[in-house]
């Protein structure tokens, strides 16, 4: 079983709705928490950083983590056709450099 | 800021040939990263530096892969002799806090 799991989709949504992506994981030192996007043939991009348990805003976008279930997600609230790309987790634990990632998942927004 | 800025971002050899990528991380930050996507694996750590010196080196498949950070603003991931099995996009990062991490835009190798 993978340290981290993500659902690799793919997700086909319509402009405008809110979506919901996720991962959990088993590893519970995990402390810092990362989400990235990455558009076909680019490389990743970081969208959100939190550190433990809780909610962070940015925009359009809200990074959730539930440390006691082992569980973060992502909110991407008004979705545009812009969004569409896979968007990896990733967490660090005590040892910082060596962060796990999520498989990704690939979202489409349709106009 | 550039970002983080690798080269070539093209490149196409023949097996048993030797392959040099470069990276120039962001100024300032004191981790740097390279790491291996393919489809069938995802991103994969391969070696990671923090102040120019290699900490974790676990994930470098083999011995034909050889990575150096010589100073702060260069660092190059070398494949000796190169195989099909290579094939892949190759990504350098850096980072301020070794946790989170700023992407090259990467090197698409392809072996043949």
């Known amino acids: 079983q993978k340290e981290v799991e993500q659902d690799p989709g793919p997700l086909s949504v319509p402009e405008g709705a809110i979506v919901s992506l996720n991962c959990t994981y088993s590893?519970?030192?995990?402390?810092?928490f990362m989400w990235y996007r990455q558009y076909s043939r680019k490389g990743p991009e970081l969208l959100m950083y939190t550190y433990s348990s809780g909610n962070k805003e940015d925009g359009r976008f809200t990074a959730q983590v539930d440390k006691s279930s082992k569980y973060i997600s992502l909110f991407i609230r008004d979705s545009q056709p812009s969004d569409s790309a896979t968007y990896l987790c990733?967490?660090?634990?005590?040892?910082?450099?060596?962060?796990?990632f999520g498989d990704g998942t690939t979202l489409t927004v349709k106009p | 800021d550039a970002g983080v800025i690798q080269s070539p971002r093209h490149e196409v050899t023949e097996m048993g040939q030797e392959v040099t990528l470069r990276c120039k991380p962001i100024s300032g930050h004191n981790s740097l990263f390279w790491y291996r996507q393919t489809m069938m694996r995802g991103l994969e750590l391969l070696i990671y530096f923090n102040n120019n010196v290699p900490i974790d080196d676990s994930g470098m498949p083999e011995d034909r892969f050889s990575a150096k950070m010589p100073n702060a603003s260069f660092s190059t991931l070398k494949i000796q002799p190169s195989e099909p099995r290579d094939s892949a996009v190759y990504f350098c990062?850096?980072?301020?806090?070794?946790?989170?991490?700023?992407f090259g835009q990467g090197t698409r190798l392809t072996v043949v």
């Open positions: 990733a967490m660090t634990g005590t040892n910082a450099g060596k962060s796990t």
């Open positions: 590893n519970s030192a995990f402390q810092y």
């Open positions: 990062a850096s980072s301020l806090t070794g946790n989170e991490a700023f």
